[in-house]
């Protein structure tokens, strides 16, 4: 007898859209490469020993000293610009960490496998990977630095050094994935722009300036 036709749902599952079997190949291969260049996912990984470094840079970039840092140069200073300046980076900072959690409380990426849950001062939404935190503040801090203060060209290599390393650190501490930390850096590339576009300043917010 003849065969019966498969129902629509199995023809689909067995002749899968190109779109689906690249992105399974990209996720595969995301893992894969976040996995081997994990090396400092433990003390007892390839580069265990360089794990206290990694965590110092992890700090660095983290949302809480950066807050803190700007709110605290914020009370203190005496000019003007200055102000200016801090209070749309404080802005930046914030928007960056909404940004952040809404987009991981929507994607929902676990963290890698091999992640140790020993990292500073997190919070529920951290439990997701997706996008890096850390990597897109280091990408809006670096862009922000670089367009409103006056450093000299090895200060402003140092800075975009410090934003890669970030980047870089939290994949080998096993933080995040590969597309984790580059999905970060773009988003936080952008962000700065949009922290740009609405730039806070005595002309278009007086009554929050007068707080200062």
Not at 5 to 33: R, Y
Not at 46 to 69: C, N, Q, T, Y
Request: aromatic fraction near 8%.
């Amino acid at each position: 007898s003849a065969a019966s036709p498969l129902p629509e749902e199995d023809c689909m599952k067995l002749n899968p859209s190109f779109l689906g079997i690249a992105l399974s190949s990209l996720l595969a291969i995301d893992l894969w490469t976040s996995k081997r260049l994990g090396v400092c996912a433990g003390e007892g990984s390839a580069w265990g020993s360089a794990r206290p470094l990694m965590k110092v840079i992890e700090v660095s970039g983290h949302g809480i000293p950066w807050l803190l840092g700007t709110f605290y140069g914020l009370c203190q200073s005496q000019s003007s610009a200055a102000r200016e300046v801090l209070l749309n980076l404080l802005f930046a900072l914030l928007l960056d960490l909404v940004l952040v959690a809404v987009v991981k409380g929507l994607v929902r990426r676990p963290r890698p496998p091999h992640n140790q849950m020993d990292m500073f001062a997190t919070i529920s939404v951290d439990k997701y990977s997706f996008p890096s935190g850390h990597a897109t503040r280091a990408a809006l801090v670096c862009r922000f630095v670089l367009h409103h203060l006056v450093l000299a060209a090895p200060l402003r290599v140092l800075v975009v050094l410090w934003a890669l390393l970030v980047g870089v650190s939290r994949v080998m501490l096993g933080r995040h994935n590969v597309t984790d930390v580059l999905s970060g850096l773009l988003l936080g590339y952008l962000l700065y722009s949009v922290v740009e576009r609405c730039w806070l300043s005595p002309l278009s917010t007086p009554a929050l300036f007068a707080l200062w």
